[in-house]
C-alpha cells in the first residue's frame, strides 16, 4: 500500500530555509519520477519541483534557483530543500509521483504546511 509522509514545514521569516522530506513506503522512490507540489486554498495544486529516474530535476520558473529536490533510495525518501523563501511560497507542499511522467498515486499525504511572513 502506498504512503506519502510529507514533514518538514513550520513558519519562517522571509529569506529564510525549510528542508522537507517526503518518506515513502510501499513502493521504492528509485523507480519512479518524483515530485514536490503546493497548494493555496482555492487554488490548484502546482507542481514546483520533479527529479528524475537517472536524477534530472526540473523546477517552476517561481521557485528556480531557490529549490532543491532530491532523492535518497537507500532511505526511500525525497527532499526538498528551500532556500530565500517568500510570502508567496506560503502554501501546503505534497509529493506525489512527477505527473508529467505518467499517473499519479491516487491517494496523496496529509502534506506539510509552510508559512513564510514579511
Known amino acids: 500500500q502506498v504512503q506519502l509522509v510529507e514533514s518538514g514545514g513550520g513558519l519562517v521569516q522571509a529569506g529564510g530555509s525549510l528542508r522537507l522530506s517526503c518518506a515513502a513506503s510501499?513502493?521504492?522512490?528509485?523507480?519512479?519520477?518524483m515530485g514536490w507540489y503546493r497548494q493555496v486554498a482555492g487554488k490548484q495544486r502546482e507542481l514546483v519541483a520533479a527529479?528524475?529516474?537517472?536524477?534530472?530535476?526540473n523546477y517552476a520558473d517561481s521557485v528556480k534557483g531557490r529549490f532543491t529536490i532530491s532523492r535518497d533510495n537507500a532511505r526511500n525518501t525525497v527532499y526538498l530543500q528551500m532556500n530565500s523563501l517568500k510570502p508567496e511560497d506560503t502554501a501546503v507542499y505534497y509529493c506525489n509521483k512527477d505527473r508529467g511522467t505518467g499517473p499519479l498515486f491516487g491517494s496523496w499525504g496529509q502534506g506539510t504546511q509552510v508559512t513564510v511572513s514579511s
Open positions: 527529479i528524475g529516474i537517472g536524477g534530472t530535476t
Open positions: 510501499g513502493f521504492p522512490v528509485s523507480i519512479y519520477a
